[in-house]
């Protein structure tokens, strides 16, 4: 549901703005405001993403967890498709996912969302879940084979 609302509200949200803006400044002003914001924020998503695939490659190369280059890269993807898309309100909130401590601020809120989901904290109640705690001893032979051959036909 929340989704036909967003591709319902977000059109009917640039349509308004196109006419207000249009009716202010004139059509040539507006489309060439369109084409600026697009050009700008092409160029800043290409920076921005060269940074984070470069921060990305340094904590991979140091064995460290890449998901925060990962989700900004992500964010900084989905900023560059919403300034591709004509529009004010699109171009309001591509700009804004391009300003870092924005982008921070949002990875954390969608990080704590989505890693709370999976996440066994105690003194929570898990329904229809089977926890197993156990202990196992490798029994794998030396020679690398998973079966022991018999070698001792009296056994």
Not at 64 to 76: A, C, F, M, N, R
Not at 115 to 121: L, T
Not at 129 to 147: F, H, L, M, Q, R
């Amino acid at each position: 549901m929340w989704l036909f609302l967003l591709f319902f509200t977000v059109p009917v949200i640039e349509i308004v703005l196109f006419i207000k803006v249009g009716g202010t400044i004139g059509l040539m002003p507006t489309v060439f405001i369109i084409l600026i914001t697009a050009i700008a924020g092409t160029v800043f998503v290409k920076q921005q993403a060269s940074q984070l695939f470069d921060l990305f490659k340094r904590k991979a190369g140091r064995l460290e967890d890449p998901s925060e280059p990962i989700g900004h890269g992500v964010l900084v993807l989905f900023a560059g498709a919403l300034l591709l898309t004509p529009g004010f309100f699109t171009d309001f909130i591509g700009f804004l996912l391009l300003i870092p401590n924005f982008r921070y601020w949002l990875f954390r809120k969608l990080e704590q969302k989505f890693i709370h989901v999976g996440r066994f904290d105690e003194g929570t109640s898990y329904q229809n879940k089977t926890i197993y705690d156990a202990e196992y001893k490798d029994v794998t032979p030396n020679d690398g084979s998973p079966w022991k051959k018999n070698t001792n036909p009296k056994d």
